[in-house]
C-alpha cells in the first residue's frame, strides 16, 4: 500500500459536512477585512470568527472519530498479529538456540586455539629475549664478568623443537650476542690495561708529590718557626711599650680626675650657695603665697539643705584640703 492510498483512505474516513472548495471559499470570504474602525466591523468580524469556529469544529470532531475508529483496527491488527506469531515463535526460538550454541561453541574453541598459539609464540620469544639479554650486561661490569656472560650465552642450546619456525631467529641473536660479548670482552681488557697503566703512572705520581709535599711543609715549618720568634719578640716590645703608656695614661687619668673632682666641689658649692640666695631672696614672697595656699582650707561654707549639694560641697573642701597640701609641698621645695 503506497502513500498515495493511504491519503485517499484518510480523506475517505474523514467524512465532513464541507467541500474542500466550500472550505477555500470560506478562507478567502473575509480578506478585505483588514482592520476594526467602528462597531459594524467588530461585529462582522466577530459573526466570522463564529463562523470559522463552527466549521473547525466539526472537522475537529470528524477527525476524532475517524481517529478512533483507526486506532480500534490498529490494535485489532496488533492483537492478529501477536496470534499469528505465537504459533512459530517457540519453535523458531528453539532452533536460534541450538544453533547459537554451536556458534558460541565455535568461537570459544577459535579463542582457545588462538591463546594456546599466542602462548607458545610468547614462551618462544621470551627465549630469544633471554638470548638477546645476555649481551646487554656490559656496561659497568669486567672483562672476567663478561667472560662468564659469555659462556653461559654459549652454552645456550638452539633446536628446532624449542624454536620451531623461530629457529633462525634465536640462532641470529645467539651469533649477535657471542660477537657483542666479544667485542665488548676486548674492549673492557684493553680499558682495563690503559687504566691500570694509568693507576701505575698516578700512584708514582702521588710518591713523588708526597716527597715534594714533605720538602714543602718542612720550608714551612722552619718558616713558620722564624716567623713565631719574630712575632714573640715584636710582641714582648709592643707588650713594653703598652704597659710604659699604660702607665702614663692611668698617671694622666689620676691628674685629671683630681682636677675635675675639685671643679665639681666648687661647682656645687657654687650651686649651694646660689640655691641658698636665691631661697633667701624667695623666704618672703614663698611664705605669702602658703599662707595663701592654708586659707583655701578654711573657707566658709554654705548652709544647705539638700544632701546631693552638700555631698558635692564637702568633696570639693576635701579637694581643696588636698590641693593646699600639695601645692604648699611644691612651694616650701621650690
Request: charged share 45%.
Amino acid at each position: 500500500m503506497n502513500d498515495l492510498s493511504i491519503v485517499d483512505r484518510a480523506k475517505a474516513a474523514l467524512s465532513i459536512d464541507h467541500t474542500e472548495k466550500e472550505l477555500s471559499d470560506l478562507a478567502k470570504k473575509f480578506a478585505d477585512i483588514e482592520r476594526i474602525v467602528n462597531e459594524d466591523d467588530y461585529s462582522l468580524v466577530k459573526g466570522a470568527c463564529r463562523e470559522f469556529q463552527k466549521v473547525r469544529v466539526s472537522i475537529e470532531k470528524a477527525g476524532k472519530s475517524a481517529r478512533d475508529d483507526a486506532n480500534k483496527f490498529a490494535k485489532a491488527v496488533i492483537e492478529e498479529q501477536k496470534r499469528l506469531l505465537g504459533i512459530i515463535a517457540p519453535e523458531e526460538n528453539r532452533l536460534k538456540a541450538i544453533r547459537k550454541e554451536v556458534d558460541d561453541r565455535a568461537v570459544r574453541e577459535a579463542a582457545e586455539k588462538l591463546k594456546a598459539e599466542e602462548e607458545r609464540v610468547g614462551r618462544i620469544q621470551e627465549r630469544i629475549l633471554h638470548i638477546r639479554s645476555r649481551a646487554d650486561f656490559s656496561f659497568g661490569l669486567s672483562s672476567k664478568e663478561l667472560a662468564n656472560y659469555l659462556d653461559q650465552l654459549e652454552n645456550i642450546q638452539i633446536t628446532d623443537g624449542d624454536y620451531q619456525e623461530f629457529f633462525d631467529e634465536a640462532v641470529i641473536a645467539k651469533n649477535a650476542g657471542i660477537k657483542k660479548l666479544s667485542s665488548a670482552i676486548e674492549e673492557k681488557k684493553e680499558l682495563e690495561k690503559l687504566k691500570a697503566e694509568r693507576e701505575e703512572q698516578e700512584r708514582k705520581q702521588a710518591e713523588q708529590q708526597a716527597i715534594l709535599d714533605a720538602q714543602k711543609r718542612e720550608l714551612e715549618e722552619e718558616k713558620a718557626k722564624l716567623e713565631r720568634a719574630k712575632k714573640e719578640e715584636e710582641e714582648k716590645r709592643l707588650a713594653a711599650e703598652r704597659a710604659e703608656a699604660k702607665k702614663v695614661k692611668e698617671e694622666k687619668d689620676r691628674l685629671e680626675a683630681e682636677a675635675k673632682a675639685r671643679d665639681e666641689a666648687e661647682r656645687m658649692k657654687a650651686e649651694q650657695e646660689a640655691d641658698a640666695a636665691r631661697q633667701e631672696a624667695l623666704r618672703p614672697e614663698k611664705e605669702k603665697l602658703i599662707d595663701w595656699i592654708k586659707k583655701l582650707r578654711f573657707i566658709d561654707v554654705v548652709n544647705l539643705k539638700d544632701e546631693s549639694l552638700l555631698d558635692i560641697q564637702q568633696e570639693i573642701m576635701s579637694k581643696l584640703n588636698e590641693i593646699s597640701i600639695e601645692y604648699v609641698d611644691r612651694v616650701e621645695k621650690y
